[in-house]
T-cell receptor, first 117, second 109 residues
Framework: GAVVSQHPSRVICKSGTSVKIECRSL??????MFWYRQFPKQSLMLMAT?????????EQGVEKDKFLINHASLTLSTLTVTSAHPEDSSFYIC?????????????FGSGTQLSVL | QKEVEQNSGPLSVPEGAIASLNCTYS??????FFWYRQYSGKSPELIMF????GDKEDGRFTAQLNKASQYVSLLIRDSQPSDSATYLC?????????FGAGTRLTVKP
């Protein structure tokens, strides 16, 4: 299957700092990428849809000023958690949609475990 | 009604048995259907996809799709302890991918 690379895999930071997470599609161009968060033993929660060259679309209840998304190229989307607080500690996962027309599939990055102290 | 529904489980089967995971969806316009496996602390991994009615087999996995009844299932034959994970059903409606909450499967040795 297609490869989506996500870095870093784990980050520990102090409260008030900002953290940037990168998501790259390595073997296909992804005009659309997605960002999720997942708390332990809970289901995936879609945070936002990242569109190359345009503003991200955020799900209801997700603060766009806190979770900054930049999709500057067809292979890279970044999520920046600004002024992180302990309640932002979570597993963040990106995904990219492969351009297969009606047969498009979604591939996930390996996830980033964020711990805010 | 949720867009994609799965029994949260846990579903427990003995090693070597067939595990049957079910998923129903609400929108008849849904076009493609996926099963992802997620191990604890890891991200989801695509294991099966199916686009048309009927069965699709890949090794020990069989996906079954019935669009008239709006359900899709995943059968795992000869279940192994390494199959213990949460299985997510996903449905693509016009590029909008929606996930079920997942079914937790435990295969006991």
């Amino acid at each position: 299957g297609a490869v989506v690379s996500q870095h870093p895999s784990r980050v520990i930071c102090k409260s008030g700092t900002s953290v940037k997470i990168e998501c790259r599609s390595l073997d296909f161009q992804a005009t659309t990428m997605f960002w999720y968060r997942q708390f332990p033993k809970q289901s995936l929660m879609l945070m936002a849809t990242s569109n190359e060259g345009s503003k991200a679309t955020y799900e209801q209840g997700v603060e766009k000023d806190k979770f900054l998304i930049n999709h500057a190229s067809l292979t890279l989307s970044t999520l920046t958690v600004t002024s992180a607080h302990p309640e932002d500690s979570s597993f963040y996962i990106c995904s990219a949609r492969s351009p297969d027309g009606p047969n498009e599939k979604l591939f996930f990055g390996s996830g980033t475990q964020l711990s805010v102290l | 009604q949720k867009e994609v529904e799965q029994n949260s489980g846990p579903l427990s089967v003995p090693e070597g048995a067939i595990a049957s995971l079910n998923c129903t969806y609400s929108d008849r316009g849904s076009q493609s259907f996926f099963w992802y496996r997620q191990y604890s602390g890891k991200s989801p991994e695509l294991i099966m996809f199916i686009y048309s009615n009927g069965d699709k087999e890949d090794g020990r996995f069989t996906a079954q799709l019935n669009k008239a009844s709006q359900y899709v299932s995943l059968l795992i034959r000869d279940s192994q302890p390494s199959d213990s994970a949460t299985y997510l059903c996903a449905v693509n409606l016009g590029g909008d991918m929606r996930f079920g909450a997942g079914t937790r499967l435990t295969v006991k040795p």
